[in-house]
T-cell receptor, first 110, second 114 residues
Framework: EDQVTQSPEALRLQEGESSSLNCSYT??????LFWYRQDPGKGPEFLFT???AGEEKEKERLKATLTKKESFLHITAPKPEDSATYLC???????????FGPGTRLSVLP | KAGVTQTPRYLIKTRGQQVTLSCSPI?????VSWYQQTPGQGLQFLFE???????NKGNFPGRFSGRQFSNSRSEMNVSTLELGDSALYLC?????????????FGPGTRLLVL
């Protein structure tokens, strides 16, 4: 059974203090790993898709990386508007649906 | 391009009632997936429809059902509501099957069962 865990559960950073979020997964053949951002009361917003180990993608202050067992979402010099819950999801070679992790709740203080 | 829309945004029902939620996907998208989100269980997959056919189903009881129309709009129905059905119900659309293409989520319908 596919499983996704995320750590830490919650993270508080000062504005400008860089850090990383972790997503560890167990899947029968990874077809894709997805990062989403979710603001309170809203649906998840797509950030990145990673397909193979060694792949990296960047968008503004965010950079996602992928290994065979985990993915990291690096946040460089975060701003208060980066505060949100960050969700990781995987899809395997056999299933057609996504399995989501529990998320990391990020708070960036001014 | 308009995003995924869901109606209603908020709903209050009592135990035993039934409810129907609606989702309009992004124009051109043929796949609609439904998810339940609760603080305790997180985001859980309910089912996916593609070209009016249910393609995948998560581990939810038969009280949860859905359908998709020829214009790709989808409805989800929950019968005999239970207190534990209180949740944010999200739908997501994609241009291909959910596992093959990026999913874009709607704002959700928040259901409260009293």
């Amino acid at each position: 059974e596919d499983q996704v865990t995320q750590s830490p559960e919650a993270l508080r950073l000062q504005e400008g203090e860089s850090s990383s979020l972790n997503c560890s997964y167990t899947v029968s053949g990874l077809r894709g790993l997805f990062w989403y951002r979710q603001d309170p009361g809203k649906g998840p917003e797509f950030l990145f898709t990673l397909y193979s180990a060694g792949e990296e993608k960047e968008k503004e202050r965010l950079k996602a990386t992928l290994t065979k067992k985990e993915s990291f979402l690096h946040i460089t010099a975060p701003k208060p508007e980066d505060s949100a819950t960050y969700l990781c999801a995987v899809r395997d070679n056999y299933g057609q649906n996504f399995v989501f992790g529990p998320g990391t709740r990020l708070s960036v203080l001014p | 391009k308009a995003g995924v829309t869901q109606t209603p945004r908020y709903l209050i029902k009592t135990r035993g009632q039934q409810v129907t939620l609606s989702c309009s996907p992004i124009s051109g998208h043929r796949s609609v997936s439904w998810y339940q989100q609760t603080p305790g269980q997180g985001l859980q997959f309910l089912f996916e429809y593609f070209s009016e056919t249910q393609r995948n189903k998560g581990n939810f009881p038969g009280r949860f059902s859905g359908r998709q129309f020829s214009n790709s709009r989808s409805e989800m129905n929950v019968s005999t509501l239970e207190l534990g059905d209180s949740a944010l119900y999200l739908c997501a659309s994609s241009s291909g099957l959910a596992g093959t293409k990026t999913q874009y989520f709607g704002p959700g319908t928040r259901l409260l069962v009293l």
